[in-house]
């Protein structure tokens, strides 16, 4: 087996070294009605070529974003990538290496990961971030959790724009602690909803901009109301890109940000790995979850970096830990550095700037179909238009012509009586002649 | 004297005895890299991008106006950036990573390869599924595969990360109890004393009272204390298996049998599946929940820390509250279940936004597949007698914390060697980085004084295992001779010198700020 350095004679001479008659007496802690002998039942060893064969015609099977006219994001975005990043990232010294306990042979890591913090916080606006979370959702849920622990109060008040899936996972986490959430109604421009619901016992306030219908919000008020009443404000983005044309969370007064970051540097992936971006105010640095990396000096003198703050952490507070995270997304957090590196701000300016293009061109194809009505009135790359028929029955008329339209508002909250709600993506990615594919399409499945 | 060639070219290398430093601190292949921040790419880009149609004066108010504090640098910098802190990495394909209980395997690049077909890496989440029927036939696949390999019933794919997996594991076993009432009067979970940090903290996170359970003299879940723990107030039961010392739980059918009868589920952290993967099978031992670290036994890289991806099979009783989304495959092909309300299931939630880390199922498939139910049999096999090696060869030099019979896939030593030497096992690790060698883990598991757990894995030779042990033994020999500095200063020759992470701790910096008086306007 290609992977397996090992010879017979080198198995023998090492089992001679042990002193063991054969690889069974290594294994004889095993009870012997949990010993099996011979291979469970499975394929057998296979050479390179067979496995590119086998997954090839998986791949195969499913229509790739580059390849038909696409304009789905709901969360997940397709942008462009620079190649020097996909090869950067594949370096062995970044892809084959361990979280960096041992600092001294690890810097090229840490010094990235504190630079992606520099990034992330300037991004955001806040001052500082930390090394990643999983993805958005799971920062989302762990941004509730901390303002629980910041405020000594149980209760997330979540606006109706927060994408649903967001919503669950964090629901599904911070119920199992007894955090009671409050989720307010499903509407296009939902976050100032969120201001009535705010009372003394309100830890945070979730809100999220662009948010799930595409719907770019001041939340400078939220802030205001949230803050007067003891209360801290998450501000959820699902589409980092924005904030390179939209003012940060932290300019309009926010506690915590939770975004996801898969949109600088890294593919759709059918959903992972991406990578949770999460900032906050300076003085909740201690609350908060998942790796920080900082800076330090060796024996030397000379400037350093190390982690740090890891007593929030489980491998040394266990059951006393901020948050059980262990893992972030490290190599996903090289992705979005380099990219970032790449465009600097005048690229993520341009870039933001050539999706909101897109977007209002789609927008404008689409407003000018009979019986399709855009609901939302502002946005980045993103908005929600009304069908005059179900909108997963669109989308799947459109796929079987090779078209992917979009995200109907149904597959994320069934319940939500929107059946009719579509929401639509466009990024520098879109070309002029599949917004023309798209809407003489959509047109023609209306009539 | 050097000899010349005919241009008087030195053909010879010169002699020379002293060492003097460099004048700008540059040395040799190694560059000191400053931060991006602290180059001049203020206003710079390394993207070419048509210029906008648009200003987004449509959104008024609600464009971005300040500086945003974001460096650009062109391609060449870029890359040149990267590689020279890249330099700075120790890494796999470099030399051995021994990192005990982290499984530091060689990562197959066709894993890589497969991962970037766009027929995976190009496909969004929501697509309807019509169109990625290949990528659920893949995540069916490579259940099936999860499920084959450790006798379980079903399998919950979406936890990002091994942490993520056990909350996941927890949450279905807490979701059972609520389902039979019993869930008020369960608040406890046991957790050997041994055991990863994750699994008190998770616990915890999910709103469990943690309980300690004592270890054995040789060094496995003492069984008496565990039975007098374990009642009718416990919900389950965290064992790690072979655990962290290393060990095979020799107990393990009496400690599922016990906590079965007390009405408790019995968790097992598969960090280490590594060891038995081929040719033990969880089910076979009572396991009712256990995550896979795809990033570990099945060889997705671990990227500095993540992304990684912790799968969790589950048991019949635990099955019907696996976390949504999962696929489901019929006549009409494959599809996804998107909301525990569907299929009349009781699934306890949903753990993340979408299905998970798709990205990481290809690698982990394609290395499964690779190998074959016969190479993955081999694999536990190699991992084991490589363990077995490096402590049979060390034991004479080191203390073995349990020197009574094999260890599995990774062999665990104590400081009581190191005793009169002045020297600590963190001391020892440092003169380690100096020899080329990535340390053991240290410090773990808790249970043993002064711990190095050393895991070759399966992917090192015959000749890398060797050389580790003669650096090993050096090292040790060393030690004991008393050759103090050599390992209090150690590192002597890394990239950097012993960092003071004290400092860093007590006083943040966790981000680079504009220096007092510079023109730059960051935040």
Known sequence: ?447 | MSTMNTVGRPTTPNRVESKPATLTGGRGLLQDEHLIFESDGWGKTGVDLPEPKTDGSDLGDLVRRDPIGLPGLSEPETMRHYVRLSQKNHAIDLAIYPLGSCTMKHNPRLNEKMARLPGFADIHPLQPTSTVQGALELMDTLAHWLKTLTGMPAVALSPKAGAHGELCGLMAIRAAHEASGQHERRRKVLVPTSAHGTNPATAAFVGYTVVEVAQTGDGRVDVADLAAKLGDDVAAIMVTNPNTCGLFERDILEISRLTHEAGAYFYCDGANFNAIVGRVRPGDLGVDAMHINLHKTFSTPHGGGGPGAGPVVLSEALAPFAPAPWVVHDADGYRLIEREEDEAAQAFGRLCAFQGQMGMYTRALSYMMSHGSDGLRQVAEDAVLNANYIKARLSDLMSPAFPEGPCMHEALFDDEWLKGTEVTTLDFAKAMIDEGFHPMTMYFPLVVHGAMLIEPTETESKQELDRFIHAMRALAEAAKAGDVDRFKGAPFHAPMKRLDETRAARSPVLRWTAPEGSNIAAE
Do not use: W
């Open chain 1, 1 to 447: 087996m290609r992977y397996l350095p090992l010879t017979p004679d080198d198995r023998s001479a090492m089992l001679a070294a042990i002193g063991a008659k054969s690889i069974d007496d290594l294994f004889v802690d095993v009870p012997k009605a949990a010993h099996r002998d011979g291979f469970v039942d499975l394929p057998r060893v296979a050479g390179e070529l067979e496995v590119e064969r086998a997954l090839g015609a998986m791949a195969a099977k499913n229509a790739s974003a580059g390849s038909v006219p696409f304009f789905c994001g709901a969360g997940a975005y397709k942008h462009h990538v620079p190649a020097t990043v996909d090869h950067v990232i594949q370096r062995s010294e970044f892809l084959t290496s361990y979280t960096p306990y041992q600092p001294e042979i690890a810097q090229g890591t840490l010094q990235y990961l504190y630079e992606f913090q520099t990034q992330v916080a300037n991004l955001t606006g806040m001052p500082v971030a930390n090394a990643s979370l999983y993805d958005g959702s799971t920062a989302m849920a762990e941004g509730v959790l901390m303002a629980t622990r910041v405020t000594r109060r149980n209760k997330a008040v979540i606006s109706g724009g927060v994408h649903p899936h967001y919503v669950r996972a964090t629901e599904t986490v911070v119920h199992a602690v007894g955090v009671e959430t409050q989720v307010l109604p499903a509407a296009v421009d939902a976050e100032a909803d969120v201001i009535a619901q705010i009372g003394p016992d309100t830890a945070c306030v979730v809100v999220q901009t662009p948010n799930v219908f595409g719907t770019a919000t001041d939340v400078t008020k939220i802030a205001e109301a949230a803050h007067a009443a003891g209360a801290l404000l998450i501000v959820v983005v699902t589409e980092a890109v924005s904030m390179g044309l939209l003012k940060s969370p932290g300019e309009m007064g926010a506690d915590i940000v939770a975004a996801e970051g898969q949109s600088i540097g890294n593919a759709l992936n059918y959903g992972g790995p991406y990578v949770g971006l999460f900032a906050c105010r300076e003085k909740l640095v201690r609350q908060m979850p998942g790796r920080l990396t900082g800076e330090t000096v060796d024996a030397d003198g000379k400037r350093g970096f190390v982690l740090t703050l890891s007593t929030r952490e489980q491998h040394i507070r266990r059951d006393k830990a901020t948050s059980n995270i262990c893992t972030n997304s490290g190599l996903c957090t090289l992705a979005f550095t380099i990219h970032m590196s790449l465009l600097g701000e005048t690229g993520l300016r341009k870039m933001a700037l050539l999706n909101h293009e897109k977007a209002l061109a789609t927008r404008d194809a689409l407003a000018a179909i009979p019986g399709v009505e855009v609901l939302t009135p502002r946005f980045f790359n993103e908005f929600a238009v009304r069908l005059p028929k179900p909108a997963a029955e669109v989308v799947e008329q459109l796929a079987q012509h090779r078209i992917l339209a979009g995200v109907p508002y149904s597959r994320l909250a069934p319940a939500a009586g929107m059946d009719d709600v579509l929401l639509v993506a466009a990024t520098e990615m879109t070309m002029d002649g599949d917004i023309k594919i798209l809407a003489s399409a959509l047109a023609k499945v209306c009539a």
